[in-house]
């Protein structure tokens, strides 16, 4: 059992910037690939971007490119998912998970049903 934890949400204003980060209290994330999702009222979770758990390859959607980042600090426990150039449309839950040992690491890692725990999400809201 993986228990993730994200925080740093909250309100910011278009065009600002925001840092997320996802952490785990009893298991080491260094042994998972993770993954950023989010989730905006009335649809489907979206893949965001993944990290390699050795956190020496990442790749994102296009939506985000260039103005997410996802990072690591496996000394820390720590993901990372630094958000600029925030948009209205960056408004939703956005949630971090351990991709499922098995999966390796490439692009199928865009799929949700690959991931196996899942934090409880935290609010994103840009006002325009």
């Known amino acids: 059992q993986v228990q993730l934890v994200e925080s740093g949400g909250g309100l910011v204003q278009t065009g600002e910037s925001l840092r997320l980060s996802c952490s785990a209290s009893?298991?080491?994330?260094?042994?998972?690939?993770m993954g950023w999702f989010r989730q905006a009222p009335g649809k489907e979770r979206e893949f965001l971007a993944a990290?390699?758990?050795?956190?020496?390859?990442?790749f994102y959607t296009d939506s985000v490119k260039g103005r997410f980042t996802i990072s690591r600090e496996n000394a820390k426990n720590t993901v990372y998912l630094e958000m600029s150039s925030l948009k209205a449309e960056d408004t939703a839950v956005y949630f971090c998970?351990?991709?499922?040992?098995?999966?390796?690491?490439?692009?199928?890692?865009?799929?949700?049903?690959?991931?196996?725990?899942w934090g409880q999400g935290t609010q994103v809201t840009v006002s325009s």
């Open positions: 009893e298991r080491t994330l260094s042994s998972y690939n």
């Open positions: 990290i390699r758990k050795t956190g020496d390859s990442a």
């Open positions: 998970a351990t991709a499922v040992p098995g999966a390796g690491w490439g692009n199928w890692l865009r799929s949700r049903s690959l991931y196996s725990y």
